[in-house]
């Protein structure tokens, strides 16, 4: 059964460790995802941008498939469902389809107006038991369409949107999604930590989690980071199992074209790579 998000990054803040949020983009992607949160006894955040809805044939087909996995693979450990950088009409209609948690991104609207959008999704979320994510300042990259410039956040603004009753907070500190180039100034501390203390027991939510060095990543926890996005990393690895495994050859051995062992070297290699940030993350055996 899906859960909100709220009561899994509310023990993570407490206990200093982070929930990963790991992105799906189709069937094999869930699998691995769910099947290795189960294994390491660790909560999971399944990360759906609007991009990846779409493709996936649409929310209620998300929905369906999580849901049945769920129920086949036996998996009792806290799994929330949550849109990532939704729109407003995408966090809606996530929220009909099901979903237990949604991120309503707000940052390029001024700030009146991310209040008034946060508001009244908050409204709408909490009145069925959905956790939301709201956003201040901009993630740098690109992903799925959406474009942000970097700019980092205000943590007078932070403190805003967090007094609207919002479950998590992502904050632009210098993040960026998909690779950071070799010229990247690194996390902005200084920002994080007043956005931390004005905003308490808030959690706060680091996007573009691929990339960022482990003493970071740690350095982010302590100062109140419960939850952290990953998505290219698990993009990465898999685009790298797969094409080994086709440039030895495998898929002309035998029946080695059937898409179930096609596709199985990045299944492997998504279930190493959550693995390794769960680690990374201290959410092992924390369920």
Same mark, same amino acid.
């Given at each position: 059964?899906?859960?909100?998000?709220?009561?899994?990054?509310?023990?993570?803040?407490?206990g200093?460790?982070?929930?990963g949020?790991?992105?799906?983009?189709?069937?094999?992607?869930?699998?691995?995802?769910?099947?290795?949160?189960?294994e390491?006894?660790?909560?999971?955040?399944?990360?759906?941008?609007?991009?990846?809805?779409?493709?996936?044939?649409?929310?209620?087909?998300?929905?369906?498939?999580?849901?049945?996995?769920?129920?086949?693979? $036996?998996? !009792?450990?806290?799994?929330? &469902?949550? *849109?990532?950088? #939704?729109?407003?009409?995408? =966090?809606?209609?996530?929220? %009909? /389809?099901?979903?237990?948690?949604?991120?309503?991104?707000?940052?390029?609207?001024?700030?009146?107006?991310?209040?008034?959008?946060?508001?009244?999704?908050?409204?709408?979320?909490?009145?069925?038991?959905?956790?939301?994510?709201?956003?201040?300042?901009?993630?740098?990259?690109?992903?799925?369409g959406?474009?942000?410039g970097?700019?980092?956040?205000?943590?007078?603004?932070?403190?805003?949107?967090?007094?609207?009753?919002?479950?998590?907070?992502?904050?632009?500190?210098?993040?960026?999604?998909g690779?950071?180039?070799?010229?990247?100034?690194?996390?902005?501390?200084?920002?994080?930590?007043?956005?931390? $203390?004005? !905003?308490?027991?808030?959690? &706060?939510? *680091?996007?573009? #989690?691929?990339?960022?060095? =482990?003493?970071?990543?740690? %350095? /982010?926890?302590?100062?109140?980071?419960?939850?952290?996005?990953?998505?290219?990393?698990?993009?990465?690895?898999?685009?790298?199992?797969?094409?080994?495994?086709?440039?030895a050859?495998?898929?002309?051995?035998?029946?080695?074209?059937?898409?179930?062992?096609?596709?199985?070297?990045?299944?492997?290699?998504?279930?190493?790579t959550?693995?390794?940030?769960?680690?990374?993350?201290?959410?092992?055996?924390?369920?």
């Open positions: 059964m899906l859960v909100s998000a709220k009561e899994m990054l509310d023990k993570a803040k407490a200093k460790y982070a929930v949020q790991f992105n799906i983009n189709n069937l094999e992607w869930t699998k691995a995802i769910l099947l290795t949160a189960q390491n006894n660790s909560p999971v955040i399944l990360g759906v941008s609007e991009g990846a809805g779409k493709y996936m044939c649409g929310y209620n087909t998300v929905v369906g498939m999580v849901n049945g996995m769920l129920e086949t693979l $036996k998996i !009792t450990v806290p799994v929330a &469902l949550h *849109l990532d950088h #939704g729109s407003y009409e995408g =966090a809606k209609a996530c929220i %009909e /389809a099901g979903f237990s948690s949604i991120m309503f991104d707000g940052s390029h609207y001024p700030i009146e107006e991310n209040i008034a959008k946060t508001t009244e999704l908050i409204g709408i979320a909490h009145a069925k038991g959905i956790s939301v994510e709201a956003e201040v300042g901009a993630i740098g990259g690109e992903e799925d959406v474009i942000g970097g700019e980092v956040a205000d943590p007078k603004e932070c403190k805003m949107i967090a007094d609207l009753g919002v479950d998590m907070l992502a904050a632009g500190i210098g993040n960026i999604h690779k950071y180039p070799a010229n990247w100034k690194g996390l902005n501390f200084d920002v994080l930590a007043e956005i931390q $203390k004005l !905003t308490g027991t808030m959690p &706060l939510v *680091l996007h573009g #989690g691929t990339g960022i060095p =482990a003493d970071m990543i740690k %350095e /982010a926890i302590s100062l109140g980071v419960s939850k952290i996005n990953v998505n290219t990393e698990c993009q990465l690895s898999f685009a790298d199992a797969t094409r080994k495994y086709i440039e050859g495998k898929d002309l051995e035998g029946k080695g074209f059937d898409p179930r062992k096609l596709l199985a070297p990045g299944f492997e290699a998504i279930k190493a959550v693995k390794e940030k769960m680690e990374l993350f201290g959410s092992i055996d924390k369920a």
